[in-house]
């Protein structure tokens, strides 16, 4: 209770201080992988039949070193999100659609926890959408400045997995996601600007 009670103080005061989204730096990055060892899958092959599908929650990026210790962001599409189970350190006061995240000062990239999604049969997709607060924001270790984060979301169903990155503002070296070439993909993306990003 008692922490719950501060990453909510935390994330209040963070609004209060966040830097204006329209001509701020977004130096976090979060991304919606298949994968626990790669932010950056962030699409595969459908279910045929319906039914749940463990998906990644990746704290991905964040330039200059700054650790992540807050963030709240819905999450929805028609790939439903049904579950949330934080990892790595970080907790959750929210639901899978309304992340409330929290960690003492976390490096990314981090693994921040398993996001459950039902597929309906045939795939879908999954995006961070704003918060019940219309909130998409990382709070800043230390500063504790809240920024619009960019992201990557995830798709199943063939398309481009949904994104918001400001292409000419990458301080994280998030790029947007290559075209699938198939419904499904096996290997990792060799856009040199997202191996940066990983290891960042």
């Known amino acids: 209770m008692r922490f719950r009670s501060t990453l909510l103080w935390v994330l209040v005061a963070a609004v209060a201080s966040s830097a204006d989204p329209?001509?701020?730096?977004r130096p976090f990055g979060w991304t919606i992988s298949a994968s626990p060892t790669d932010p950056l899958v962030n699409w595969a092959s459908p279910r045929i039949t319906p039914g749940?599908?463990?998906?990644?929650?990746?704290?991905?990026?964040?330039?200059w070193?700054?650790?992540?210790?807050?963030?709240?962001?819905?999450?929805?599409?028609?790939?439903t999100p049904v579950g949330f189970t934080p990892?790595?350190?970080?907790?959750?006061?929210?639901?899978a659609t309304e992340l409330l995240l929290?960690?003492?000062?976390?490096?990314a990239p981090m693994l921040a926890g398993i996001l459950t999604v039902q597929d309906p049969g045939g795939g879908g997709?999954?995006?961070?959408?704003?918060s019940s607060n219309n909130r998409i924001i990382t709070v800043a270790c230390g500063s504790g400045m809240g920024y619009t984060h960019e992201w990557i979301g995830f798709a199943s169903d063939g398309?481009?997995?949904?994104?918001?990155?400001?292409?000419?503002?990458v301080p994280c070296l998030l790029t947007g996601p290559d075209p699938p070439t198939s419904a499904g993909r096996s290997v990792e993306s060799?856009?040199?600007?997202?191996?940066?990003a990983i290891y960042r």
Request: with cysteine.
């Open 190 to 196: 060799s856009s040199w600007g997202r191996v940066k």
């Open 65 to 79: 070193w700054i650790q992540a210790n807050a963030a709240e962001m819905g999450v929805a599409g028609t790939l």
């Open 125 to 130: 997709t999954v995006s961070f959408v704003p």
């Open 22 to 25: 329209a001509s701020a730096n």
């Open 52 to 63: 749940p599908v463990d998906l990644y929650l990746w704290y991905a990026c964040s330039s």
């Open 102 to 107: 929290g960690h003492a000062c976390a490096y």
């Open 87 to 95: 990892l790595n350190g970080f907790v959750s006061i929210g639901t």
């Open 159 to 169: 398309s481009l997995p949904p994104y918001d990155i400001v292409s000419t503002d």
